[in-house]
């Protein structure tokens, strides 16, 4: 999948998530649970960097229209399932995970979430 097709999907599932509410009620901002292999706290990676970038392309302000969280796992591919895990828990409205590692994560999840697609639907 090239860069503009992955962001503008990303983009796209962002801006489906409705922003519209209540005047007494605050507006949700859209979270993107993200993970990478091999970044760290410190070194986040060049991946989330061209989303942010694609984002911003695409009129998306980081903080405005949508928040990033971030999680590495530092080159432990057998963290990615709890680290898929804990951005379920915290209810992200999207997660990318651009490593190989959570594919399998995402085909066991199929099976007991409707909601996590590993095919890209």
Known sequence: MDRR?????IAGGLLAVPLAA???????????GYVS?????TDQ?????????????LGQ?????FSIEYR?????????PSIIDE??????????APITAAG???????????HCHSDGT
């Open 5 to 9: 097709r992955f962001v503008g999907s």
């Open 22 to 32: 209540p005047a007494q009620q605050p507006v949700k901002i859209p979270r993107v």
């Open 37 to 41: 292999g091999t970044g760290s706290a």
């Open 45 to 57: 990676g060049p991946y989330v960097e061209a989303l942010r970038r694609g984002l911003r392309d």
């Open 61 to 65: 302000i980081e903080g405005r229209n």
């Open 72 to 80: 590495g796992a530092e080159g432990k591919l057998d963290r990615v």
């Open 87 to 96: 951005l379920v828990q915290l209810k992200v409205d999207v997660i990318v």
């Open 104 to 114: 399998s994560r995402g085909q066991a999840g199929d099976q007991n979430n409707p």
